[in-house]
């Protein structure tokens, strides 16, 4: 089974236009780590953010934000205001304790802005 | 320095030719991480390395060998490669290996192309 699902495979916004990118998990652990990793085109992955499963505050970093919420297994984030820089596929992972350091990565969502 | 270097960004071989991989960090992390990331995937999890030992195969052919000569290098020899491990090769390092809350540092990848 899946353990993190990112539903959308493929996103186009115009230029300023705010964009969410849903990921959902699936876990039986009480404690565990989320994370998202931007990778644009040149390839590498770039870490945005880390979630630990007891903090459910939202977080806000400048044009970025994440809505964490343990009722709906969910760890949406927020693009404001989209720029073209943004365009890239954006991955969500997650990492439980029993499966030491490994990262779960959802299927990826590719994110175009058009100018 | 919080970069992880990959050397060579492309590489094409045949598939009798023998190859490697070189990763490099100066982060003092002790983990460090193979991937393989085919296009429009997201990152499959080869190897780990965990203060120089490996903790982790991913079931991985044994055409692909790793090695770690130190807490900062990680090799990936390639030999008698198939057209399908054609890839994106992705190197990580983390603090540790033990630890479920750390997050991964990315390289930029190999590009390789076994014909």
Partial sequence: AQKVTQAQTEISVVEKEDVTLDCVYETRDTTYYLFWYKQPPSGELVFLIRRNSFDEQNEISGRYSWNFQKSTSSFNFTITASQVVDSAVYFCALSEPNTGNQFYFGTGTSLTVIP | ?115
């Avoid at chain 2, 919080?2 to 071989?13: A, Y």
């Avoid at chain 2, 079931?59 to 090799?75: A, I, Q």
């Avoid at chain 2, 603090?95 to 479920?100: A, C, I, L, P, R």
Wanted: proline share 7%; net charge neutral.
């Fill in chain 2, 1 to 115: 320095d919080t970069e992880v270097t990959q050397t060579p960004k492309h590489l094409v071989m045949g598939m009798t030719n023998k190859k490697s991989l070189k990763c490099e960090q100066h982060m003092g992390h002790r983990a460090m991480y193979w991937y393989k990331q085919k296009a429009k995937k997201p990152p499959e999890l080869m190897f780990v390395y965990s203060y120089e030992k490996l903790s982790i195969n991913e079931s991985v052919p044994s055409r692909f060998s790793p090695e770690c000569p130190n807490s900062s290098l990680l090799n990936l020899h390639l030999h008698a490669l198939q057209p399908e491990d054609s890839a994106l090769y992705l190197c990580a390092s983390s603090q540790d290996g033990t630890s479920v809350y750390n997050e991964q540092f990315f390289g930029p990848g190999t590009r390789l192309t076994v014909l």
